[in-house]
């Protein structure tokens, strides 16, 4: 996976990752001066509000699932292409037991 920073994004998309990952792991160091770059490339202050909410809410999901265990069902192991599970759990180590053995 590449950093959003160097993968010829352009500048907004860029500030838009940016932002969306500081709300993820710092909400509380979000400034006014955030806002304005957002601004500055050109998004509206309802489009801010969405990617700030969407950052959230994402964020939200993620460790309320962490918090509880959950995991996704072995049956995308054979539906997803090879290696795109362990992609979209970046960061999680995922119990490598059978769907029989989990609680129900």
Known sequence: MRDYRTAGLTPAE?????????VTLRAHE???????ELRRQGFSDAEVLDIAMT???R???SKVL??????????Y??????GLRET????RVLDKESDDDAPK
């Open 59 to 61: 964020s939200l999901f």
């Open 30 to 36: 979000v400034t006014g001066e955030d806002i304005e």
């Open 88 to 91: 979209l759990t970046v960061g």
């Open 14 to 22: 860029v500030a838009m990752l940016a932002f969306a990952e500081k």
């Open 66 to 75: 962490d918090a509880v265990g959950a995991e996704p069902e072995k049956r």
């Open 55 to 57: 950052a959230g809410a």
């Open 77 to 82: 192991d054979t539906l997803l292409e090879a």
